[in-house]
């Protein structure tokens, strides 16, 4: 039966779930929106075993300010056994960077509440 096992609450995950950045390509700047009830979305960006990668966070809409964060951009950067950092209310003041060089980045978008969201990423890559 068509859309089986699928649930009609959450929603599908936009974009293509790993970004591979190289020389050629440095730079990558994406809008990511969700129109749904429930959603938790990751996607991981790579880059080759030289670089460090930068993520800048510049624009988050629909994701409530509320002390506990429940729908929150996450942005998982160092160590990967830890939460990275959730942003909800403000955005990052700069360009987060990985701490060794050949790492890669989790991005984590969570919602628990209908409505409309949005997230504006840059990604670039540096030795």
């Given at each position: 039966?068509?859309?089986?096992?699928?649930?009609?609450?959450y929603a599908?995950?936009?974009?293509?779930?790993?970004?591979?950045?190289?020389?050629?390509?440095?730079?990558?700047?994406?809008?990511?929106?969700?129109?749904?009830?429930?959603?938790?979305?990751?996607?991981?960006?790579?880059?080759?075993?030289?670089?460090?990668?930068?993520?800048?966070?510049?624009?988050?809409?629909?994701?409530?300010c509320?002390?506990?964060c429940?729908?929150?951009?996450?942005?998982?950067?160092?160590?990967?056994?830890?939460?990275?950092?959730?942003?909800?209310?403000?955005?990052?003041?700069?360009?987060l960077?990985?701490?060794?060089?050949?790492?890669?980045?989790?991005?984590?978008?969570?919602?628990?509440?209908?409505?409309?969201?949005?997230?504006?990423?840059?990604?670039?890559?540096t030795?």
């Amino acid at each position: 039966m068509e859309g089986e096992g699928k649930n009609p609450l959450y929603a599908e995950c936009p974009g293509e779930p790993n970004i591979l950045l190289t020389p050629d390509t440095p730079e990558k700047e994406e809008i990511r929106w969700f129109n749904a009830s429930k959603f938790t979305c990751y996607w991981r960006i790579q880059a080759p075993a030289d670089h460090y990668i930068g993520v800048n966070l510049t624009n988050m809409e629909g994701f409530k300010c509320e002390q506990s964060c429940y729908s929150f951009v996450e942005i998982k950067y160092g160590n990967m056994a830890n939460s990275g950092p959730r942003f909800c209310c403000d955005l990052p003041k700069e360009t987060l960077y990985t701490e060794v060089v050949g790492h890669e980045v989790i991005i984590i978008t969570h919602g628990y509440k209908p409505g409309n969201y949005s997230v504006n990423l840059s990604y670039s890559i540096t030795k």
